[in-house]
């Protein structure tokens, strides 16, 4: 049954993105939307993506179903002429090791040169560290077509930084856990200053996610956090006004 409601999705293209913006404190940066995909039964309703990830990665349609979501991901793009933003959008780690999928990746990556350079694609750090290797090799591939990279859920430890280092990425997302209490955790407060201060020397901008409280919004800027993702910025959207420049 699994198998049939997967392989109707990917026949009929029944797909679509929700968009949430990111509010960046620098205005020098290119505008950044998180994207998400919603997959639709054929009733109409929105079926649970996690569920269905879960199920092409056991049913071996795991690549198919990314395919799908990075085709429609250029198309939207492209129909919504949006040169001026960049959209991330999340990748499976069980693809990190998948070299049929790198190697279509950076082929319709290198065909669409315009729209590659605003795509940015993200990975958990807690994946990417398991995967060094398939993380280094994804990491550079984007490098190579001119796409943007993000670690997602940074800051678990002290061993981030080495991650960090290893694959160079342009965004850090901050575990959005750094941010609870982050008022009167010093502690925090400290770790995400060395983050952010280690991210710019590096060339990398560093995003909050979560961000919820007006007075957590505050205290990050003054942190000179690059950008901020949460529901006190944004709730995701159906698609951006027009084109987003």
Known sequence: QWRQVLEQILQQERI???YQPIELLNGNHPAYYSLYPQFYGE???VLASDSLFAMAQRLDLLMRMSQLMILHLIR????LGAQQ???GIKLSPHLLHNSAFLIWLERQLSMEPDISAHLVFE???EHLSRQLT???RLFELLRRCGSRSAICNFGQGIRSFSLFQEIKPDYLKLDPALLLDLEQDSTNQKFVR???EVAHRMGSQVIAEGVEQSSQKKLLASMYVDGLQG???AHPMPAPVGPAH
């Open 43 to 45: 009733d109409g309703a």
């Open 231 to 233: 529901y006190l910025i």
């Open 76 to 79: 939207e793009h492209r129909t």
């Open 123 to 125: 990975l958990d750090e």
């Open 134 to 136: 398939g993380a280094r």
């Open 85 to 87: 933003s960049r959209w």
């Open 194 to 196: 060395m983050i952010v």
């Open 16 to 18: 679509s993105l929700s």
